[in-house]
């Protein structure tokens, strides 16, 4: 526990430090990764090839400085101390954090359709068997509202314990026996089950319960760089298009940056999973949908105006 208040403290003292004053014009950027200074996501890739930059020096941004987050709630808790200007994190602790009054706008869609993959520990052979035993999972995170739908729709919502835990105490965890079973996010998931780890379900084989990456702004982001939503977006674009047309570059580069297998990578990030970040009706549709699952599970605070957190500007055309 210690390690992890000392690991948020760190990323948070470094996200203050990205700043170049009031008035100064770097763009902060926190990401979720682990393993990595600047984070293995689209986002970062087109950082390391000048792309980022070219957009949004065109709206006065002359620096990005990348943070990373062990998870999305503490990612938006640098977003509400005024430490990031920009958040890229999964759509449930958007959403939650949102719900909460945390004032951001939502600038577009990163990630469509992101897995996440229900690992076993020994002796659980299929997901019945997890009932009267405890799962773990992020806090908060896209992968606990598919463990959550998971379990309710196999009548498992009241016979299984849900304890929350981070990635990188999952692997641990299950081989102690403390838990059953663990809802990972990709790239764990795949590498989990490169290392011989069962796997007892997918998100992407229930409708809903895949995950999507939001890109958030600061209230007071979006007020000194009122273009900075559209570049990020026109950036983003640009980034996936490349991306598609050459996947193995960025496999490889999100390879080296992580220090994870290319293979695991692979498996994490088809090039499907990228495309404009626009956000279309789709999306909304979407969105609402998951804002209803979290109220109703109590994981979002209070219903909000879907339609008024997205920037302006940022429909697909």
Request: hydrophobic share 45%; net charge neutral.
């Amino acid at each position: 526990m210690l390690r992890t208040v000392l690991a948020v403290f760190v990323a948070l003292m470094a996200a203050v430090s990205g700043c170049s004053g009031a008035g100064g014009s770097t763009l902060r950027v926190g990401v979720i990764a682990s393993g990595s200074e600047q984070g293995y996501g689209i986002e970062s890739w087109a950082l390391q090839r000048g792309i980022l930059a070219r957009h949004l020096g065109a709206v006065g941004i002359t620096d990005i400085a990348f943070t990373t987050f062990p998870n999305g709630p503490n990612l938006n808790q640098a977003l509400k101390g005024g430490s990031l200007d920009i958040g890229v994190l999964g759509d449930t602790p958007a959403i939650s954090g949102r719900s909460a009054d945390l004032p951001t706008q939502m600038v577009g869609v990163t990630v469509r359709g992101q897995d996440s993959w229900l690992i076993a520990g020994n002796g659980v052979g299929s997901v019945a068997d997890l009932a009267g035993r405890t799962v773990a999972t992020q806090q908060g995170s896209y992968m606990h509202r598919y463990l959550v739908g998971l379990l309710d729709s196999a009548g498992l919502g009241g016979s299984v314990k849900i304890t929350f835990l981070l990635v990188n105490s999952a692997q641990q965890a299950l081989d102690k026996g403390d838990i059953a079973a663990y809802a990972a996010p990709v790239p764990t998931a795949p590498l989990l089950a490169s290392k011989g780890y069962r796997v007892l379900d997918k998100a992407s084989a229930h409708p809903g319960l895949s995950g999507n990456s939001y890109t958030t702004i600061s209230a007071s982001a979006a007020a000194k760089y009122p273009k900075l939503a559209g570049a990020w977006n026109a950036a983003l674009a640009e980034a996936a298009s490349a991306l598609k047309a050459n996947p193995a570059e960025y496999h490889g580069f999100a390879a080296r940056t992580s220090g994870l297998p290319q293979p695991v990578i692979e498996a994490a990030y088809p090039a499907a999973l990228y495309g404009n970040p626009a956000v279309t009706g789709s999306d909304l549709a979407t969105l609402r949908g998951t804002l209803d699952f979290l109220l109703a599970q109590h994981l979002a605070a209070a219903p909000f105006d879907v339609n008024a957190w997205v920037a302006p500007g940022v429909g697909a055309p």
